[in-house]
């Protein structure tokens, strides 16, 4: 099957003019994405598993580095205080401290894994229709 020009309908081969918009057929290629799609499956393993210590590694499979460097960022900070507090007893409230701060790195970790399954779905449209990347 080939692909009309002008409003991108299937086109069988060897007809003058387009059976959906009427136009006199000017054949181009079907569209060809040339990056191929994210696995889903993928982007929220890498998140989960390997997130649970480093954080940000699903959203550097889906290249968004920047945004998987600040959660890995994030994720370094909570970890260290969280040791800390746990730890060291460096706080007068260590107990207090550590149930805070392990709470945000939980919520942290949770929304990293969300954040990728969107991220990929959005990736993957985005390929579909266009072709190319959202980012």
Not at 84 to 110: E, N, P, Y
Request: proline fraction near 4%; glycine fraction near 12%; hydrophobic fraction near 55%.
């Amino acid at each position: 099957m080939l692909v009309c020009g002008n409003c991108g309908a299937d086109v069988a081969a060897g007809v003058r003019f387009c059976q959906n918009c009427g136009a006199v057929v000017q054949v181009t290629a079907p569209k060809v994405a040339v990056l191929p799609f994210k696995i889903e499956r993928t982007a929220i393993l890498l998140a989960a598993l390997p997130g649970v210590l480093i954080m940000g590694v699903g959203h550097f499979y889906l290249a968004r580095i920047a945004r998987g460097l600040i959660i890995l960022g994030a994720s370094i900070v909570t970890g260290m205080v969280f040791f800390v507090a746990v730890f060291g007893g460096f706080f007068s409230s260590s107990l207090l401290v550590a149930a805070l701060v392990g709470s945000v790195r939980l919520a942290l970790w949770i929304w990293q894994i969300v954040d990728a399954r969107k991220l990929t779905k959005k990736y993957n449209e985005s390929l579909e229709g266009t072709g190319k990347p959202p980012w």
